[in-house]
């Protein structure tokens, strides 16, 4: 993907020497004023006031006690495949679980458990290859096991939720637990997960034949490859798919993108970003863009889409700050 030239806006002077002042004291790895573009798939937004990388679950804790307590916003980035970092930045911390020792993957029997900052693509393939099935429906995701975790991350052909047995996370003030997968809450592209960060997953597959399963991630990635603009920048769907009301002049069971294509908006353009022509459920941005001009492409398609058809779209992407 083509790195663009956009000004990144500074974080705040004084967020940043706070967050600065803080991460040298715990000795954690950091990066002040980090544009946080350059970590997003959508490659537009401002700045972080630090992208902190904690080397060790006690360092991740300590880093959470303190930000509480000083009441400093924490951010937990994942691979920023579903983020739109606002034009002005986040005043405040962003963590990422990127330290080999978040990226840990452990068989046992027909179990994996996995650390959250493994990539999620990866762990697609290493769980065909070792002949485990449960995962070919998320070819061609891109996210962290994390992230995925967190958003119930699926599509058409199923979500990670159908194989997850337990979760771990880490509560605001760094206590570690683990939530059954009732607990987790999932449902439709959400969970009800409250804590701040996924530590690790243990996913539950059954047998396979490795063939096979490396044969349906392809099929899956071919139809992807077939329908979406997999080789734009996009935060993939921009919406959930809704729930259509009964009075609505809406097809019955329309996809999100499939309501915003009969409203005529693909290929509808503002500055640097565009509905894709491709797949309208598709915000994709080029060289120039803004956060500004994303927001401004989807509070369009909402607009004309609860206009035409009665039905109000809800976003897939996660905004920071909200
Ligand atoms: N359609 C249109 N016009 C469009 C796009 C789609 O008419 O511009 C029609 C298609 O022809 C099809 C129907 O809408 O009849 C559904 O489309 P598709 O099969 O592409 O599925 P989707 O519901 O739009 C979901 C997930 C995707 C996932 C695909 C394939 C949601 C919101 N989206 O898309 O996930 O890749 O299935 O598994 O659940 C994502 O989560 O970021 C994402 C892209």
Redo the contacts with the bound molecule.
């Keep these: 993907m083509p790195a663009m030239d956009v000004a990144t806006p500074p974080a705040s002077k004084d967020a940043a020497a706070q967050a600065a002042t803080l991460l040298r004291e715990l000795g954690i790895p950091h990066q002040i004023n980090f544009p946080l573009a350059s970590a997003t798939w959508y490659k537009v937004g401002g700045a972080a006031a630090a992208l902190a990388t904690p080397t060790s679950i006690e360092q991740l804790a300590a880093l959470l006690q303190h930000t509480s307590r000083q009441a400093i916003p924490t951010f937990i980035l994942g691979s920023g495949a ?1 983020l739109l970092v606002r034009d002005e930045g986040v005043p405040g911390i962003v963590i990422q679980l990127s330290d080999p020792c978040f990226k840990t993957l452990t068989q046992k029997g027909d179990s994996l458990v996995v650390g959250a900052g493994y990539d999620l693509a990866k762990l697609v393939l290493d769980a065909a290859k070792l002949g485990l099935a449960g995962l070919e429906c998320l070819a061609g995701i891109p996210a962290s096991v994390g992230g995925a975790v967190r958003m119930n991350a699926g ?3 199923g979500d990670i939720s159908q194989s997850v047995h337990r979760v771990r996370v880490m509560s605001i003030k760094g206590f570690v637990h683990n939530l059954t997968a009732v607990e987790a809450g999932f449902s439709y ?1 959400r969970t009800r997960i409250v804590e701040p960060v996924v530590l690790e997953v243990e996913l539950r597959l059954t047998p396979g034949d490795p063939e096979a399963l490396r044969e349906r991630v392809k099929e899956i990635m071919a139809y ?1 490859k077939r ?2 603009p997999m080789a734009e920048n996009s935060a ?2 921009a ?3 809704p729930v259509i009301p009964q009075d609505s002049s809406a097809p019955a069971n329309a ?4 309501l915003i ?1 009969l409203a005529g908006l ?1 290929g509808f353009r503002i500055g640097g970003a565009e509905v894709s022509p491709v ?3 598709f915000v994709t941005t080029q060289q120039g863009a803004t956060a500004s001009d994303v927001l401004a492409v989807m509070q369009h398609a909402e607009q004309i889409v609860l206009e035409k058809f009665g039905v109000r779209l809800e976003r ?1 992407v996660v905004v920071w700050p909200a």
């Design positions: 579903n599509g058409a052909f592209r992807k329908t979406q993939g769907c919406f959930k798919n996809s999100a993108g499939r294509d693909k797949h309208a459920n897939e």
